[in-house]
């Protein structure tokens, strides 16, 4: 089983930068799939990136939504997952959440709707 912790969310300006931290505990996050998630007030929890575990696809995926500002990346030796967001709007604001999935014989992270493993989430406000 595995326990994950977020971190970096606060306030950003329109235009401005911020990174999530995913810290794991209780296994090594290599052979998770693992997932950024989001809900903005009044809308359904939406995938926003995933990245696959170690004998599953090299490419990450994203949300039409953030493609081209938002990178997800590991960190093996912190057992850490990472979200840099940038050219933040406003429409970006929403708790988001990190999530792992250990399923894998699934290739892809994408097909796993609902991953095991939540964390608590990390409040994004975007606002100038």
């Known amino acids: 089983q595995v326990q994950l912790v977020e971190s970096g969310g606060g306030l950003a300006q329109p235009g401005g930068s911020l990174r999530l931290s995913c810290e794991a505990s209780?296994?090594?996050?290599?052979?998770?799939?693992i997932y950024w998630y989001r809900q903005a007030p009044g809308k359904e929890r939406e995938m926003v990136s995933c990245?696959?575990?170690?004998?599953?696809?090299?490419?990450?995926y994203r949300a039409d939504s953030v493609k081209d500002r938002f990178t997800i990346s590991r960190d093996s030796t912190k057992n850490t997952v990472y979200l840099q967001m940038s050219s933040l709007k406003p429409e970006d604001t929403a708790v988001y959440y990190c999530a792992a999935d250990g399923k894998s014989y699934v290739h892809q992270c994408q097909v796993i709707s609902r991953p095991a493993y939540w964390g608590q989430g990390t409040q994004v406000t975007v606002s100038s």
């Open positions: 990245i696959s575990g170690r004998n599953g696809s090299p490419y990450p």
């Open positions: 209780g296994s090594a996050l290599d052979y998770y799939h």
